[in-house]
């Protein structure tokens, strides 16, 4: 059985780049009913902390990125790894090395972090690296790839302080996992023929590796926060839905001919890693942006309102009429590209009394506004809102008994009803916000404008 794992290291949230590593490996093996287990690496208990550890697998959880088998923290494994290393200096495959004082290590502090019976003052165990023969790899990715041992040296495994390192820690959990598989980011591959060479002194078998490469943003260079949010839960705090998120992240690097949009039944069914790219994928976020919207307009209004009822009472506004948002949905729910910006934009539909600002409609006259305003509210007032045409043939009355084009009459109305200059048809406000509403909001902009 394939089992593949994602090991993110809690010391920082959960990057964008390393959730389409662990959809990958997940992908990878659930695509052929094997297991996939997550494995979270803390031995830097300085620097790792629990608000990380908990965000970054609640975020695997909302994506569905759910592990076979108990979660397992290395912090809590650290007896296993001194065992290991202990194996190893038994072996004459590991030796102590004193720590070199020099200018860059001077400040190092060498105090004891974690009580073991091998630690020994000054001193760190490095693992006899085999320099004879190089390393030859087959990358799933990549396809053959030839390590020169000119390059290699005798890695750390277990600092002066008391505390083995990653390249240890990592093969033995990979080891007691059973691993057969590691899908993983080509930052790593400068470290893997030390982990082969690992494997081999443990007489364990060698998983076979797919270096997955890396995610850059549009100027060409690796993902980074100067290319805005690269933290994932950022995403889903701004109501980017699950499917766009997954969907998107599985096309930088992978495609299926021309095909566009995958549920994760059809990723289930047609992921194979050979298609997987060579090349850096590229985070374009106006496609990101473009698939959410998609993926929002496609949802039911009613799973909508679900999802948007939270974000609104962020800002403070209490839904006590469902339908009424949903008529509200209806109108808006392709005007912006996730939830968070969805709702910022409905919050003038519940809103007693809009901010008109005059700089906020510069391009319109006051003077022939006011005067359209005026006419609007004499025929709406005298009208029955049953149907939206008896709003549509208003509108149209009022152009008519002006002399005017429906652009010179439209967006001062649009403003009256939202205090925004670009909002959703007239006929399709008014029906939506009720006879009362619209002509409140008519008579309030006619006297701001009479005051301007």
């Avoid at 083995?164 to 007691?176: A, G, I, Q, W």
């Avoid at 995610?215 to 699950?242: C, M, P, T």
């Avoid at 021309?258 to 039944?265: I, K, P, V």
């Avoid at 009022?398 to 909002?423: H, I, Q, W």
Wanted: hydrophobic letters at 35%; proline letters at 2%; a negative charge.
């Amino acid at each position: 059985m394939i089992k593949t794992r994602f090991a993110p290291s809690p010391t920082g949230w959960l990057h964008i780049g390393g959730v389409r590593t662990a959809l990958f490996s997940w992908l990878f093996a659930k695509s052929q009913s094997g297991q996939f287990y997550i494995r979270i690496d803390d031995t830097d208990t300085s620097r790792s902390t629990k608000e990380y550890c908990d965000s970054i697998i609640s975020a695997l959880h909302s994506l569905g990125l759910n592990s076979d088998r108990e979660l397992m923290y290395q912090s809590k494994r650290f007896d296993v790894y001194i065992d290991k290393i202990e194996y190893l200096l038994n072996n004459n495959l590991a030796y102590y090395d004193q720590v070199e004082v020099n200018e860059k290590t001077k400040d190092t502090n060498l105090d004891i972090q974690y009580e073991n019976r091998l630690n020994k003052p000054g001193h760190v165990i490095r693992f006899k690296n085999p320099k004879e023969n190089s390393v030859e790899l087959k990358d799933l990715v990549h396809g053959e790839i030839t390590f020169d041992p000119k390059t290699f040296h005798d890695v750390v495994i277990l600092r002066s302080n008391g505390v083995p390192t990653y390249n240890l820690t990592s093969v033995v959990d990979d080891t007691e996992l059973g691993i057969t598989h590691i899908v993983r980011g080509d930052d790593h591959l400068s470290n893997t023929a030390i982990q082969i060479n690992l494997f081999k002194a443990f007489n364990e078998t060698v998983p076979v590796f797919a270096h997955l490469a890396m995610i850059h943003g549009v100027d060409g260079k690796r993902l980074s926060k100067r290319h805005g949010a690269v933290d994932i839960n950022s995403f889903l705090d701004e109501g980017y839905l699950v499917e766009a998120l997954i969907n998107y992240l599985v096309k930088t690097g992978w495609s299926h001919g021309d095909q566009e949009f995958f549920s994760t039944d059809d990723l289930l069914k047609l992921f194979t890693i050979d298609k997987v790219t060579k090349s850096s994928a590229i985070f374009d976020y106006d496609k990101l942006n473009w698939l959410n919207q998609h993926y929002i307009k496609n949802k039911d209004l009613s799973d909508i309102a679900d999802m948007i009822l939270p974000y609104l009472t962020d800002l403070n506004i209490k839904v006590s009429d469902r339908k009424y948002l949903e008529n509200i949905l209806s109108l808006g729910i392709d005007r912006d590209y996730n939830l968070k910006n969805i709702a910022s934009g409905l919050t003038y539909y519940f809103e007693n009394d809009l901010n008109y600002k005059s700089d906020d409609f510069v391009k319109l006259d006051p003077i022939k506004s006011k005067a359209v305003i005026e006419n609007v509210i004499k025929k709406i007032s005298n009208i029955d809102f049953d149907n939206k045409e008896n709003i549509s043939n208003c509108i149209k009355e009022v152009c008519s008994d002006m002399s005017l084009k429906f652009k010179d009459v439209g967006p001062a109305v649009r403003f009256a009803l939202t205090a925004r200059l670009k909002a959703p048809s007239i006929d399709e406000l008014c029906f939506t916000l009720g006879k009362d509403k619209a002509l409140k909001r008519l008579n309030d902009f006619y006297a701001f404008l009479s005051l301007a």
